[in-house]
């Protein structure tokens, strides 16, 4: 059986790169900070916005970034994730 797709899946367009870094610092500043088993999850569209600007990411403000292909992250940038959440 073939899972459906949200409704705007594909629809939405990428956060451009200097909007991800705002939104990223930001959240961090909302944390209160990070841990170093902290890490961002990205869209694999959204980082490769943020890849042509900035070359070849793996860290971004100290965290490891993990690319996926979640649809639910496409257009939302790096999106931070503390240790204790999956």
Known sequence: MERASPPDFETRDPMPAAEQLINA???VAAAGGT????????????????????GRLEYLYGLRL?????????????????????
């Open 35 to 54: 841990t170093n088993a902290d890490r961002w999850v990205i869209h694999q569209r959204d980082y490769a916005m943020l890849r042509n600007a900035l």
């Open 25 to 27: 610092r930001t959240q």
């Open 66 to 86: 993990e690319v996926s292909d979640d649809p639910g992250l496409l257009g939302r940038g790096p999106v931070l994730k503390a240790a204790s959440e999956k």
